[in-house]
């Protein structure tokens, strides 16, 4: 009898311990609980707001800075572009390839393609000199130059790209809206730092001279972020983030003549909607 109790008793424990493996063992299991070796890749489009902006132009005949410029950037809301491989450098794009180096942070290289475009028409203070001073109906009464397109067109519309590595965190916050299933659905919050550099492509043209539009590596950029991510069924994921920095370029093409050039720092902030997918290789 006794032998019999401690059998049954024995048989009772082994049951439960094993219940109990296999539920950690379910949950450990599900593709979502860990993130380390895992590599992402994302595809979306921005919005972006610039700060005023002093631009220094130099050329063998001139040295002017107008003071704080107003800029704006050049959506084209959403359209089959975005996924047209012939057309997709036409909207505000963002590309992102990322691999997790353990559960919660990971390491990516991506490109920010955003568009600057100096409004026209506006009047500026500035200081300097220029050749042909009043010819290009610029000159006004008091002091201040009318940024007309015969004086200054000054864009970075192919785009203003900034090209950099981020390093971030990934948070899964599903408990917090009593998901169980990650595998199926999962909220998880991210933020992290950036850095890189800017080539823009500066479409401009200055003081009648023949418009420069190039490539050009022109200078720097420093960046952070706050995004918010939704996965579903493991692999497909839609993120939304807020992403600002600063961006310096000291040595900006303005025209073919390599003489000349422009500088400029601003900072700038991103409204940025992607979709993408994180799997296993």
Not at 1 to 18: H, I, V
Not at 98 to 105: A, C, L, P, V
Not at 222 to 235: C, E, P, Q
Request: net charge negative; proline share 3%.
């Amino acid at each position: 009898m006794k032998t019999y109790k401690f059998l049954l008793l024995s048989t009772f424990w082994g049951l439960t311990q094993l219940a109990s493996a296999q539920e950690q063992m379910t949950t450990s299991d599900k593709y979502t609980a860990h993130n380390k070796g895992k590599f992402y890749v994302f595809w979306g489009g921005n919005r972006e707001s610039f700060t005023k902006s002093d631009i220094h132009f130099t050329g063998d005949d001139y040295d002017f800075t107008l003071y704080d410029v107003v800029a704006h950037d050049k959506p084209k809301g959403w359209q089959m572009d975005y996924v047209n491989p012939a057309r997709m450098t036409i909207p505000q794009t963002n590309l992102r390839i990322g691999y997790f180096i353990n559960d919660h942070y990971n390491i990516s290289i991506g490109l920010d393609h955003m568009k600057y475009v100096m409004y026209q028409d506006r009047a500026v203070d500035y200081s300097g000199y220029y050749p042909n001073q009043g010819s290009y109906g610029e000159q006004l009464p008091n002091n201040q130059l009318l940024l007309t397109e015969a004086f200054l067109k000054f864009e970075h519309t192919d785009g203003l790209n900034y090209i950099n590595t981020e390093f971030c965190r990934v948070d899964d916050i599903s408990k917090l809206f009593t998901i169980t299933n990650t595998d199926k659905f999962q909220v998880n919050i991210t933020e992290g730092i950036g850095t890189g550099i800017l080539l823009p492509k500066t479409n401009s043209t200055l003081l009648g001279k023949e418009r420069h539009d190039d490539f050009h590596i022109s200078g720097y950029g420093v960046s952070a972020k706050l995004g918010l991510n939704l996965t579903f069924f493991k692999h497909f994921f839609m993120q939304a983030e807020l992403k600002g920095g600063y961006i310096n370029m000291p040595d900006i093409r303005t025209t073919n003549d390599p003489a000349d050039r422009a500088s400029q720092h601003f900072l700038f902030l991103q409204r940025i909607i992607a979709f993408g997918g994180v799997f296993k290789v």
